[in-house]
Nanobody
Framework: QVQLVESGGGLVQAGGSLRLSCAASGSIFSINVMGWYRQAPGKQRDSVAVISSGGSTGYADSVKGRFTISRDNGRNTVYLQMNSLKPEDTAVYYC?????????WGQGTQVTVSS
């Protein structure tokens, strides 16, 4: 079993920055993909950014150039640095880990960007 714990959400003004962290624990296979997703009220959960254990990354068009995903394999931790935040970035952000056909989710952390 795998557990994911997110931290770093909060309230920030438009144009500000936040850094999210997600620590994974449990039975973690070394080859995996970690990522960040977000879900705004009344909307579906969408992918924000993903990173493989080898370091390959992918971003949603809406966050390219503003968000940066990174990971520390030794600590099984993934980060999301969010800069130039906009009100439309307001959502619950979820961490995920995909490995061996399974997908695990964290409990989510709220990010609110005020205008």
């Amino acid at each position: 079993q795998v557990q994911l714990v997110e931290s770093g959400g909060g309230l920030v003004q438009a144009g500000g920055s936040l850094r999210l962290s997600c620590a994974a624990s449990g039975s973690i296979f070394s080859i995996n993909v970690m990522g960040w997703y977000r879900q705004a009220p009344g909307k579906q959960r969408d992918s924000v950014a993903v990173i493989s254990s080898g370091g390959s990354t992918g971003y949603a068009d809406s966050v390219k150039g503003r968000f940066t995903i990174s990971r520390d394999n030794g600590r099984n931790t993934v980060y999301l640095q969010m800069n130039s935040l906009k009100p439309e970035d307001t959502a619950v952000y979820y961490c995920s880990l995909s490995t061996r056909g399974n997908v695990y989710w964290g409990q989510g952390t709220q990010v609110t960007v005020s205008s």
